[in-house]
């Protein structure tokens, strides 16, 4: 810098030095520090120096990484150092003085506000509506660019080094940040590519998920957790055996398994777990599980309300956490995205539904009486763990504009708890058997939906 000045000894530092804040002194002036004299930094302690001069230590060794013969094969992290470093930097910035105990000492801390201020006193030079372009400028003062980058430094190391103790870093300066800048800031912080560790722990959040944004297409496409299970292995609605296992302190939310609002819990929790291996906002997350998405949109403001209320996010999240565990331990895992594939040509055949009902006492011949359409909806959701309202019997019906309303009622008639009894109650059981039996065989390898249907004959059903 300032090469061309004349009067300074080639050895000697030509960075200006800081202006005093306000603007209103003198001119800045040359640093003219000897670097072949030993001169002291009398802005930082010896021990903030060590401090200082370790981060630049590790800068360079990533800087000449590839220029190592030991490193033909670096660990992937690596590439993230420096954008995990740019972007830490940054949330120090726009959250300050919130980051303040990432700063190894107080001098350090005091350089990283006196950057602070003067970009601010910069910024109000401006008119009303010109951009000062010093958002992400890093600090001209290498003192001060210091201080502020081994801070960045110690906020994405830390003491515990786990993606855990990342989030709880990160989550309270990101909140910070994003509440006091630009909304646009927050979105370019996001887009960076950052390591995945910070990228979850850069996500906004919003009662347990990452917030849409008002927006349909997700930003953030990042798994929200370690995950050995995928998205495919997440049904449509959570299995009533995994909700008894790990929700039972949320099922108080309605009395009866059955009822509405234990199929939105049901629902939101199938999207979480979607989030947590696939990433992306609920929308997203929705799309993946073919759940409509005003239907995704419903329930989650129904188990909002309902948790927001009682405050039992807290629960929510631990019995998340709770199945995620068990699934990653589980070694048989259900595929349900290849069974939805797998069932959406299917339809029961009628020799099947012959044998089905096969010595049972007729049902009235109403208009809402069982039929083919109403066993295949209700199959459908077992095997696929779906919501039988969004199987594809009912959707071909939807989109060919003819109406749902006989086909739902001879379902919901079907499995209202009054009339599972006689006839209709083994008939059911017959249905739950069959089920049992088809997605046995659609698990199988290379089984297409046509032999999946023929496999099952009327009698291994009667059996």
């Not at 190894?104 to 006196?114: M, T």
């Not at 800031?185 to 009662?207: E, F, Q």
């Not at 039988?388 to 071909?396: F, Q, T």
Request: proline share 6%; aromatic share 6%.
């Amino acid at each position: 810098m300032q090469r061309t000045v004349s009067g300074l000894h080639p050895a000697q530092c030509r960075h200006l030095a800081p202006p005093a804040l306000g603007g209103q002194g003198p001119r800045a002036s040359l640093c003219s520090a000897r670097f072949d004299q030993g001169f002291r930094a009398t802005v930082v302690t010896d021990s903030d120096l060590l401090t200082l001069l370790a981060l630049q230590h590790r800068i360079d060794q990533h800087l000449t990484l590839h220029l190592d013969a030991s490193h033909s094969h670096p660990d992937p992290l690596d590439r993230y150092f420096f954008p995990d470093l740019i972007v830490a930097a940054h949330l120090i910035r726009l959250s300050w003085p919130d980051g303040t105990c990432f700063a190894p000492s107080g001098p350090l801390a005091d350089l990283i506000d006196h950057h602070l201020v003067s970009a601010a006193v910069h910024r109000h030079r401006y008119a009303p509506g010109q951009r000062a372009g010093s958002t992400w400028p890093a600090p001209e003062d290498p003192a001060e660019c210091a201080a502020l980058l081994v801070a960045a430094h110690a906020l994405l190391v830390g003491e515990d080094h786990g993606a855990s103790g990342l989030v709880d870093r990160v989550q309270p300066l990101a909140a910070a940040a994003y509440g006091r800048s630009a909304a646009n800031i927050g979105a370019t912080l996001r887009r960076m590519d950052v390591s995945p560790d910070l990228a979850r722990a850069l996500a906004c959040r919003s009662d347990g998920f990452y917030r849409a944004g008002g927006r349909r297409q997700a930003k953030q496409q990042v798994p929200s957790r370690r995950c050995r299970f995928g998205i495919q292995h997440v049904p449509a609605l959570l299995p009533e055996t995994w909700l008894h296992e790990h929700f039972s302190d949320l099922l108080s939310l309605s009395e009866h398994p059955s009822d509405g609002k234990v199929r939105h819990l049901r629902r939101i929790a199938s999207l979480k777990l979607a989030e947590m291996s696939a990433g992306g906002t609920w929308p997203e997350c929705a799309k993946k599980l073919q759940i409509p998405w005003r239907t995704a949109q419903q329930s989650l403001r129904v188990v909002k309300n309902a948790l927001t209320e009682s405050n039992r996010w807290p629960a929510f999240d631990e019995a998340m956490e709770s199945l995620a565990r068990q699934l990653d331990a589980s070694s048989d895992r259900v595929d349900y995205r290849s069974r939805r594939a797998l069932l959406e040509p299917w339809r029961l055949s009628d020799t099947d539904w012959a044998q089905l009902c096969h010595g049972l006492s007729r049902f009235r011949r109403g208009i809402n009486s069982p039929n083919e359409e109403t066993a295949t909806a209700l199959i459908w959701a077992q095997v696929t763990q779906g919501d039988h309202l969004h199987s594809p019997v009912l959707s071909a019906l939807r989109q060919s504009g003819q109406s749902t309303h006989r086909l739902v009622a001879s379902i919901s008639q079907l499995r209202t708890p009054a009339n599972r009894k006689g006839a209709k109650l083994e008939l059911l059981c017959r249905l739950e058997a069959y089920a049992v039996r088809l997605a046995a065989i659609s698990d199988q390898q290379g089984t297409s939906a046509a032999s999946t249907s023929s496999r099952l004959a009327g009698s291994e059903i009667t059996g």
